[in-house]
């Protein structure tokens, strides 16, 4: 009876931290996409002598991937799951076939369940390089 009660009451203490560690896990694998697709925008500038574009959308939670001339996307929509928002956007990103960027941008992801999960990815003006802080 005791060997349950210990067991319960670590269970019951333990519980609560995995769920932070998966939704945390989650977060970390969003901004990783997220960044994924900032890096597949340039490379694909890069490679096929096209200007791409990455377009976030905060109301959405989406980030998507187009040719700049016809506005196709390239790439599957990137969706933000349940517990990442994009808080903030300051616009889209536009590359050039050289790799450097037209318009710089910075995008925010906060985690809604820990306020201590909160990362910026930054697109340099001129040089494209994407860096996440």
């Known amino acids: 009876m005791i060997v349950i009660a210990i067991v319960g ?7 609560p931290n995995i769920m932070g560690w998966r939704d ?3 977060f970390t694998g969003f901004v990783r996409d997220a960044y994924n697709e900032f890096q597949q925008a ?6 096929s002598g096209l200007a791409h574009e990455v377009i976030v959308t905060p109301g959405s939670e989406t980030i998507v ?3 700049a001339d016809n506005h196709v996307a390239v790439r599957q929509t990137l969706t933000a799951p349940s517990t990442c928002d994009i808080v903030s956007s300051s616009g ?3 590359f050039n076939p050289n790799g450097t960027a037209s318009s710089s941008g910075n995008v925010r992801i906060l985690n809604r369940n820990n306020s201590l999960d909160n990362i910026v990815i930054t697109v340099l003006l001129g040089t494209g390089r994407v860096r996440v802080q």
């Open 92 to 94: 889209d990103v536009t």
């Open 24 to 26: 945390h896990l989650r």
């Open 42 to 47: 340039r490379t694909r500038a890069l490679t």
């Open 65 to 67: 991937v187009r040719r």
């Open 9 to 15: 009451i670590l269970a019951f203490i333990a519980i």
